[in-house]
């Protein structure tokens, strides 16, 4: 179990960094939309992505994995309390407290947005 654990950790923190990475370097609004748009001139002002739950959510889920591999590595998986290192501690807590939450909220709010307003996903 603490092997197939690692795999999944390890693979959660390349796909998580590896797509934080590529979106905050390479994905961007064209030129042109920004010229042409209006609106888009007060979107300038704001903290671009930051503003977005779902990069919030990449975050989170980023940093989760990390935790999670480092507790894989040197940290342990008790059930018992007294026995439990900081690294799981931290783990539970921080998945129980953030990770767990900001993901639900994120995909029952895009989940419903979608079925409302599906002329949009054209």
């Not at 209006?38 to 300038?44: E, I, L, S």
């Not at 989170?60 to 007294?82: C, F, M, P, R, W």
Request: with cysteine; glycine share 4%; proline share 3%.
């Amino acid at each position: 179990m603490t092997l197939i654990q690692t795999a999944v950790h390890t693979v959660g923190v390349a796909l998580f960094g590896y797509s934080l990475y590529y979106d905050l370097l390479y994905v961007h609004p064209s030129p042109e939309l920004l010229a042409e748009k209006k609106r888009f001139q007060v979107a300038k002002l704001w903290p671009g992505k930051w503003k977005y739950l779902t990069i919030w959510n990449v975050v989170l889920q980023l940093a989760y994995h990390v935790i999670a591999l480092l507790n894989d590595l040197v940290g342990s998986s008790e059930l018992n309390t007294k026995r439990q290192t900081f690294l799981q501690k931290l783990r539970d807590g921080y998945f129980a407290s953030w990770v767990f939450p900001t993901g639900m909220v994120r995909i029952l709010t895009f989940s419903i947005l979608d079925n409302i307003f599906v002329e949009i996903n054209c």
